[in-house]
């Protein structure tokens, strides 16, 4: 299943840079900073919520502010391990190249299939998701304007953590976290870029407590832009707050 994951993820890609290579290669670089609170609240055996906000900035580490992004969702447990989510996300895309000064917001319901394997020295995580995406339109550098440009988005994400220490998975424990995550483009409004991006990350875990973590590290985000022959590479840092709570009474 990996190598055809691997492989469908690769046709896309080099399907959507053959499609562009008729016109002038162009890409962009950026450093960034993504910060990230993520919580994951169980209220019963099957059910609880997922609430998680993420704020960007544009480049130079500390220049200006790009994406700020509030979400939240409903879980289903199947079990421990299996949970399905469902819910909705908004998103600001602060003043930018054709809207420089205004904001553009973006409305996002999202399913989710997220899946966890424990081994003694390994933990995965896994999810597939699906987005619906309305981004409204924009007029000009000050105005929006009227209706939406609609298309989906697919991701899957794969993350995996290592001990590093005589300690596992306790609190006051460090991990190393490697991480992957693909973005594909698919809708009636999609015509070249149906590969969107690829987001790598390595960096620390610190399990603060048995229901928070902390991971700090490297990011590298290849990104193909709407136009087909514009490329993005950001190299940021990632901070990423995790909170995972338990709310069943105790037996």
């Not at 997220?114 to 981004?135: A, F, I, S, V």
Request: glycine share 6%.
């Amino acid at each position: 299943m990996n190598i055809v994951r691997l492989s469908f993820f690769s046709l896309l890609f080099y399907g959507s840079c053959f499609n562009g290579e008729a016109q002038t290669k162009q890409t962009e670089q950026a450093e960034q900073v993504w910060l990230g609170y993520l919580n994951q609240t169980r209220l019963s055996n099957k059910w609880g919520i997922w609430v998680d906000a993420h704020l960007r900035t544009k480049d130079d580490f500390v220049s200006e502010l790009n994406t700020g992004i509030f979400r939240t969702g409903l879980t289903y447990y199947m079990n421990d391990d299996l949970k399905l989510t469902a819910g909705y996300a908004y998103v600001n895309h602060f003043p930018g190249d054709n809207h420089k000064n205004i904001s553009q917001p973006e409305h996002r319901p999202w399913q989710q299939v997220q899946w966890h394997t424990k081994y003694p020295r390994l933990r995965l995580m896994q999810y597939l998701r699906l987005e619906e995406r309305w981004r409204r339109k924009v007029l000009n550098d000050n105005e929006l304007a009227d209706g939406y440009t609609f298309n989906f988005k697919f991701r899957y994400n794969f993350l995996a953590q290592f001990p590093l220490g005589k300690i596992r998975f306790q609190p006051r424990s460090l991990s190393l976290v490697l991480n992957d995550e693909v973005h594909v483009n698919f809708g009636k409004q999609i015509v070249y870029n149906y590969f969107d991006q690829n987001r790598f990350f390595t960096g620390l875990n610190y399990q603060l407590s048995g229901k928070e973590n902390l991971q700090v590290g490297y990011l590298y985000v290849f990104q193909q832009l709407g136009a087909g022959n514009r490329y993005k590479n950001i190299h940021g840092a990632r901070i990423f707050y995790f909170q995972n709570l338990d709310l069943r009474k105790k037996k």
